[in-house]
Each structure stands twice: as structure tokens, then as C-alpha cells.
């Protein structure tokens, strides 16, 4: 269900001219060395190329007159030089300088992934990685999952990451929790996240050991900063048989302010009508989908950035009742969802800095589950089994909040910071003639240390302190990470951790009388960064206690464990104009939880998963070619039945082979004054059966494969937009 609700995130980027000329040079660091591996570019074109091994550059660009060709270097500030391009060979020397010594510091990394378009030694994904992944529809969970430690779960949203629950991963947007970062829940269909891409211009995905300046989430966090002033003003619209949109960023003349708007409008009845779906669809899924934004530059150089969507959808879908084959199971849903952001990140002076962070979120879901004859009219049947799965339901998910963290720079490079926050949860539940009222005053104190001994080793060292209202618990959250540069773009990280959690709405609706869950990690891994390239090994333990049991009562007297062993590699340097990525992942987790009647591998978590994933683009024929492979082995499935006091495992067994190869191509073109893309993909190229688990009848008699609703899902689009050309982005990308 996730790609059904695929919005205009996409990016719009073109170029297009005629007749070709010759750029060489050299690229040198200002004392004279040869610098291997800069990227050199004819700025806002596909044009350029790659120092070689002896610092020299050649390449041909079909652009004319006056242009200005830029360098740039992992660890160099970027040069710019105009140049003026006719008929004759240009020659060009660059001299760049070093950035200041944070990047040449070691960086602790252990249990995270960086993504941004200033990139870090633990970088390895941008927004255009992200759009540009094939079959992932622009959905930045999508893109996650292709890294180590993410399990391939498709019949449910969320990141399944190191043995943890999708719930177990938490969203933070410029420091905010996010309470519904995904479109609402729909039995067996995984669902999107609501957030384009290009929103960010970094990204923390963190498999464990994350920082004490976030809490609440049990294995990780995915830690996402928004952008900043855009580079000029722009219109934008977008088509395609599924949806329509339009959107306006307009900036201020002195660069210091800007505000933008956007819609969206998403219904899949030309789709289904030609592509048929399993579940018979009674209403049609339908979005709406409009945000605006505002950015202000602060006369201390500091920003003021505020962000708000506004959502609703509605689909219904009928499925054969698995108790009688006569009868049938109705869903519908309607939701809306208002979510806002506002920043203020200020230089205070005298090596202080401030980040303050506002967010409200509500979210509205109404929802249907009934019982229908063949001709599909209710029906009452008088068995408890069938009847009671009759539901009619009201959410409403509140979140007001509030944080502020305050950070000193200490000497040379080592910062102190600390802060807190406050968040007030308020969610109701109708279900039937039940109603469920959560009322939470939650608030967090927390303070970490960045200190560089040397420039080869560091530390960051953290504390967190939690109380929650509504169970009348406090934590105390300790946070340690080393890390030891061993030389040649090479670096060795340990992290220790532990994390805590509340047991979910579903549970304290029956009882407040919980504590915390808890989880330990312990991470080693070591990375090494090279130009072009990276390679990533990371080895993980992470121990859990006082899970939720909910038989035979509900209490904290739940445990379990996952171990394991990550690899990546990423290389945009082997063969040219290829840039691929590899990660695999080995995990070993059991856990008793819930109804479990022992530590059993939950179904959620298959031992091993890896994903392939290349990107090609042609310049000669503006094309980009995407493909992405995923893999993992079956996955457990169980049948718990209650057996007197206890449950017992009526079935069990492992699902197939997980298999998805995606694909999308992008061309480049101009239409008119609009730079232009169009955009086409497809999921699960291959047709391969995708099985993540097994519905029960209520006596155990039967089992029906839960699946995809169609085998594939195909994309076709065309993005415009006049004013800005995202080119450069694509280039330094592919180059």
C-alpha cells in the first residue's frame, strides 16, 4: 500500500544543448599537492569530470559563453572560477584549501548512518539517493531499508532494525519527535512516510547507540535537518495518472528569507482500473496533501525555519473472511493529519549556541471493520469469532512539544552540550462502546559531551533523564562512544548505551500499571572512507528487558536479545559513471514477549538480508538508469493457541525468500522555459512471489498467505519546474 501513496516529492533537474568542447586542468591543495578524485563540474550542467591519479581533469561540455567550472574535495573548501566557453580547449588550475580541522578530526560513528549533502566521514546517502533509488518511490524508509540492520518487512510500515519492532524506531524532524510519521495503518499493507526528501539536507539513520539528545526509542532513530534557505525561487508542477501537483518557493532579494507552499492530489482509479489489485477496493484510496514553509535569516547568523503539512486520505477494501469463505471482511479508513515544525537555531556568542524546537501534531483516524454477506450487506452470524472482528473505531493522536539544547565550544574543537524538553501526549481511542483516554506530561533533561583528545581520538559522552506521568516512572539513560582514527581514511568505534522505552498506546489503554522496557547496546565497528568510496564493518549485542507481556497478565516480565554482523560498501570510483552500493546484514534475536510462550525469533526478523543497489547515468542521452536488489531469507510465522494457562504453538514454519529487483529510469529534458524529468519505475521486475507471513482461522484449519496486493507497481510521471535546476545536485552525484 506504501507505493499507492506516492506524492510530487520527486526532484526536477534538466539540461540540454549541442556542440562539444574541451575543459582540462589540474586540482591541487594550496601547499602544491596533487589532489586525486575532486569533482570538477561546469556549474548548473551534467558536464564534467574526475582528477585523476596525478591531480589532472578532462572533460567536454556542451555549454557556451561566459559559465563558471567548480572543484570540490571531501576535506577542501570549493572553488569557483569563471571561464568563458567557445571553440578553443579551456585549461583551468585549481587550488583549493583545507577545511578547518573538524573534518580532518576522527568522528564518532558506531551505530549510525549520516546522509547529507555536506558530507562527513560517516556519510553514505543524499536526498537524490534517495529519489533516485530504483523501485523505492521516493520514500525515505524505502532507501533505509537497503542499508545494514533494516529488516524487508512489507506488510506493515515502519523500520525493523537489529531484532526491534517497527514501533521500537523513532522520527525526529530538527530535533521534534514525530508521533505519525507514516500514512495510517492498514491491515497487511505497509504504508509511506508522509515527508518528501528534499525537505532535508541531512540524515542520521541510527542502528543503536544513538545520542542522548534523543529518547523514547528502543533500537533506533532516524534523525532527519531540515534545509535551510533555498538557493533562488522556483514553480513547480507535476503530472501522472495517479496524482497532480503544484508548488511555489519564492526567496527574498537579499537572499535572507523565503516562503513556499505546495499541493498534492493523489486517486488511484485509473491505476486499479488497469492494474488489477487482490483486495476488492470499495472506495478508492484518495489523498490530499498541501504544506507551507517559512525561513528567516537571523541578524547573528543564526535561522528561524517553520514547516507545516496538512493531510487527509480515505480508501475501503474487501477481503474473503478466513473463518467462512461466504462471507467477507469490509475495511474503510479516513484520517486526517496536521503536523508543524518551528526552528530556531542562533549563535549566542562567546562560543555558545542555541537550538530551540516547537512542534504540534494531531491526527484524526476513523476506521471500519464489518462483517458482509456475498452481496455485501451486514451480516450477524452468531458466532463470537466472526462477529466480535465487527469494529467501529475513533483515534485522535495529540502531540504538543517543546525542546531547547544549548551547546559550548570548549577548547579547539570539543563541544558540551544540554537542555531538555517537554511533550505533552494526549490520545483517545473509541472502539465499539469502549473509550480509552492516555493523558501524558513527559519530560526529558539530558547533557553530552564531544571531546576531541586528539585528532585521532575522540569521545562523546552522555547522560538522559525521562519521566513519565502516566506510568510514574523515571530513567536514568547513560550514553558512551570512542572512536580511534587509525590512518588512511580508517577509523575503529566502540558504543555503549542503554535505552528506554514506554509500552505502547495499545497496552496502556488496558493498564498504566507498567515500567519502562529497556535495551542495552554494545557496538564495534570500523569504517574507512576513501575518495569515492566507503567500506563499513560493524558488529552489534543488544540486550532487552522488561518487554511487555500480555499473558497471563499484562506486566514488564518480558526478555530477549539480537546480535549480529553488518556490512557495507559503497564505491563511485571502480567504473566510471557507476555509482552501486552492497550491505548485508547477519542477525541472531529471539525474544518472549506479548503472548509468546518463550524466547522464540519473532516474526518480523529474518537471519539474513542484503540489498544491491546501482545507479548509471548517461550523459549523452540525459538518462539515468536505477536499479535495486533486495534479498532475505524466510521469516518465522507461529500460530499461538491457548492451551488452559498458558499459549502453545499450534503451527509454525519460515515464509519463502524475500526477492524484490526495482527499477526507475529519469530523462532530462527542457520544455520550454521548465527544466523537466520524466520519471518511470517499477517494483518486483522479475514477478517474484513476496510472502511476509500467514493469517490464521480462528480453530487453526486455515492459513492464507499474507502478500503484496498486486505483483508489481508501475510509475510513470513528468515533474517540471521553472526557476530552479536541481542539476547541480544530480552531478556531484553521479560524478
Given amino acids: 500500500m506504501k507505493q499507492f501513496a506516492i506524492l510530487p516529492f520527486l526532484f526536477l533537474m534538466a539540461g540540454w544543448a549541442s556542440a562539444q568542447m574541451r575543459v582540462t586542468g589540474t586540482v591541487k591543495d594550496n601547499r602544491g599537492h596533487i589532489l586525486a578524485g575532486a569533482s570538477v563540474v561546469v556549474k548548473g550542467s551534467y558536464d564534467g569530470g574526475v582528477s585523476d591519479s596525478t591531480g589532472h581533469f578532462s572533460f567536454k561540455t556542451f555549454e557556451k559563453g561566459a559559465q563558471t567550472v567548480v572543484a570540490s574535495n571531501v576535506g577542501y573548501k570549493s572553488m569557483e572560477l569563471p571561464v568563458t566557453l567557445g571553440t578553443e580547449t579551456v585549461d583551468l588550475a585549481f587550488s583549493l584549501k583545507e577545511e578547518v580541522s573538524e573534518l580532518k578530526a576522527v568522528t564518532v560513528t558506531a551505530g549510525s548512518f549520516e546522509a547529507g549533502d555536506k558530507k562527513r566521514a560517516a556519510t553514505v546517502l543524499s536526498s537524490l539517493d534517495v529519489v533516485t533509488t530504483g523501485g523505492a518511490n521516493a520514500d525515505i524508509s524505502a532507501v533505509v531499508k537497503t542499508l545494514p540492520g533494516a529488516q524487508q518487512v512489507g506488510e506493515q510500515e515502519g523500520l525493523f532494525v537489529r531484532g526491534g519492532a517497527g514501533y521500537e524506531t523513532k522520527q525526529f524532524i530538527d530535533g521534534t519527535l514525530v508521533n505519525n510519521p507514516y500514512f495510517s495503518s492498514v491491515p497487511d499493507l505497509a504504508q509511506r512516510g508522509r515527508f518528501s526528501p528534499f525537505l532535508f539536507?541531512?540524515?542520521?539513520?541510527?542502528?543503536?547507540?544513538?545520542?542522548?539528545?534523543?529518547?523514547?526509542?528502543?533500537?533506533?532513530?532516524?534523525?532527519?535537518?531540515?534545509?535551510?534557505?533555498?538557493?533562488?525561487?522556483?514553480?513547480?508542477?507535476?503530472?501522472?495518472?495517479?496524482f497532480l501537483g503544484a508548488g511555489l518557493q519564492e526567496i527574498a532579494k537579499d537572499k535572507k528569507s523565503s516562503w513556499g507552499m505546495q499541493y498534492g492530489y493523489t486517486n488511484l482509479v485509473a491505476y486499479f482500473a488497469i492494474v488489477k489489485q487482490k483486495p476488492d477496493y470499495f472506495t478508492i484510496p484518495e489523498f490530499h496533501a498541501g504544506d507551507a514553509n517559512f525561513r528567516i535569516r537571523t541578524k547573528k547568523g543564526g535561522i528561524i525555519k517553520y514547516y507545516t503539512t496538512l493531510a487527509t486520505n480515505k480508501l475501503g477494501l474487501r477481503r474473503p473472511n478466513i473463518d467462512d469463505p461466504s462471507l467477507k471482511n469490509a475495511f474503510g479508513l479516513s484520517n486526517t493529519n496536521w503536523y508543524q515544525n518551528l526552528s530556531w537555531r542562533e549563535n549566542l556568542g562567546s562560543g555558545w549556541k542555541m537550538n530551540l524546537g516547537l512542534s504540534y501534531s494531531t491526527d484524526h483516524t476513523s476506521f471500519t471493520n464489518q462483517i458482509q454477506n456475498q452481496n455485501n450487506i451486514p451480516v450477524t452470524t452468531g458466532q463470537v469469532w466472526i462477529d466480535s472482528t465487527n469494529v467501529a473505531a475513533k483515534t485522535t493522536a495529540d502531540l504538543s512539544q517543546i525542546k531547547a539544547v544549548f551547546d559550548k565550544r570548549l577548547s579547539g574543537i570539543s563541544v558540551i552540550r544540554f537542555g531538555g524538553e517537554y511533550m505533552y501526549f494526549y490520545n483517545k481511542g473509541v472502539f465499539n462502546n469502549y473509550t480509552g483516554l492516555l493523558r501524558e506530561h513527559f519530560k526529558s533533561l539530558f547533557s553530552e559531551a564531544d571531546l576531541y583528545i586528539t585528532n585521532d581520538l575522540a569521545a562523546k559522552l552522555g547522560v538522559r533523564f525521562e519521566h513519565s506521568s502516566l506510568i510514574n516512572k523515571a530513567n536514568i539513560a547513560p550514553r558512551l562512544s570512542l572512536a580511534y582514527k587509525t590512518g588512511n581514511g580508517g577509523q575503529m568505534s566502540i558504543a555503549y548505551g542503554i535505552f528506554y522505552q514506554k509500552p505502547e498506546n495499545t497496552y496502556l489503554y488496558a493498564t498504566t500499571n507498567f515500567g519502562y522496557t529497556k535495551a542495552t547496546h554494545y557496538i564495534i565497528n570500523y569504517i574507512k572512507n576513501t575518495t569515492l568510496q566507503t567500506f563499513r564493518v560493524e558488529a552489534f549485542y543488544k540486550k532487552y528487558e522488561d518487554l511487555v507481556k500480555t499473558y497471563p497478565a499484562y506486566n514488564n516480565d518480558g526478555t530477549g536479545y539480537a546480535k549480529g554482523i553488518e556490512f557495507y560498501w559503497r564505491d563511485k570510483k571502480t567504473i566510471k559513471n557507476l555509482d552501486y552500493w552492497i550491505s548485508y546484514s547477519y542477525l541472531d534475536t529471539k525474544r518472549d514477549y506479548l503472548n509468546y510462550p518463550g524466547q522464540l525469533q519473532p516474526n518480523f526478523a529474518a537471519n539474513h538480508t542484503a540489498s544491491l543497489v546501482m545507479k548509471r547515468f548517461v550523459n549523452s542521452i540525459n538518462t539515468g538508469f536505477n536499479f535495486t536488489y533486495s534479498f532475505a531469507t524466510g521469516r518465522p510465522y507461529y500460530n499461538f493457541v491457548k492451551n488452559g494457562v498458558k499459549y502453545e504453538i499450534a503451527d509454525q514454519g519460515k515464509t519463502i525468500s524475500y526477492n524484490n529487483l526495482g527499477f526507475s529510469l529519469n530523462y532530462l529534458m527542457s520544455m520550454g522555459k521548465a527544466y523537466a524529468v520524466w520519471v518511470a519505475s517499477v517494483t518486483n521486475v522479475?514477478?517474484?512471489?513476496?510472502?511476509?507471513?500467514?493469517?490464521?482461522?480462528?480453530?487453526?484449519?486455515?492459513?492464507?498467505?499474507?502478500?503484496?496486493?498486486?505483483?508489481?507497481?508501475?510509475f510513470i510521471g513528468l515533474f517540471l519546474s521553472w526557476g530552479v535546476d536541481r542539476r547541480q545536485d544530480a552531478i556531484n552525484n553521479n560524478l
Fill in 686 to 714: 522479475l514477478n517474484q512471489n513476496q510472502v511476509f507471513g500467514y493469517n490464521y482461522s480462528h480453530d487453526g484449519t486455515r492459513k492464507e498467505a499474507i502478500s503484496t496486493p498486486s505483483p508489481r507497481f508501475y
Fill in 201 to 242: 539536507k541531512g540524515t542520521v539513520f541510527s542502528t543503536g547507540g544513538y545520542s542522548a539528545l534523543y529518547g523514547q526509542a528502543l533500537s533506533s532513530a532516524l534523525i532527519l535537518e531540515s534545509i535551510d534557505i533555498p538557493e533562488r525561487s522556483e514553480a513547480q508542477a507535476s503530472i501522472s495518472p495517479i
